[in-house]
């Protein structure tokens, strides 16, 4: 398999241990319409020391299998909205 990188939203976590769920989501013409469909696939991704959380943006990119239905890790978290809302709790908290 060739390597692949792909950008997805975390759908679920901390059922699985070192595990999350990523749907990854894509959007394609019909070829009879003409109308831009999105579709969505939810790939387990490994997530070595459990920093994912709810709704983070995140890059994964494609290994060798890790169990029977993980072939992904997780390469990087591009925009974390827990994460942010923290840090605007603790700068305003700086500021007063």
Known sequence: MPPMALTGIVTKVGCMHKTA???????????????????SKKILTHDEQGVLRL?????????PPISARKRFKLEKILKSPET???LAHMQAAQQS
């Open 21 to 39: 769920t990523v749907t990854v989501s894509r959007h394609i013409i019909h070829n009879l319409t003409g109308k831009r469909i999105e579709r």
């Open 55 to 63: 709704n983070d943006t995140v890059l994964i990119r494609n290994c």
């Open 84 to 86: 942010e809302r923290d």
